[in-house]
């Protein structure tokens, strides 16, 4: 059974402190995938939902992958590094 948690990005758009409190629900927990909802305030158009999905991958790193579907980004980590 996959465990999925659910976190919504709002009109502070990426922050340190979201980018930080991603990490930290992947790590203390078992969490293995993980929905951010962008919200309108977040959003102009879906340039800005790629954008975010790029830089949360960076942020992260190369054991995660993101998908975007809709106005949401799903993030799945992964036991080894992804290319």
Sequence with gaps: M???TQMQLGKKGLT???????KKRFEKSSVKNLKV???KSARESREDIKKYSEKIKTSLGPKYTTKI???S???KKWRKEMR
Excluded: A, C, P
């Design 2 to 4: 996959t465990s999925q």
């Design 73 to 75: 980004i799903f993030i």
């Design 37 to 39: 909802t962008v919200l």
């Design 69 to 71: 579907i809709g106005f």
């Design 16 to 22: 340190k402190e979201f980018l930080d409190d991603l």
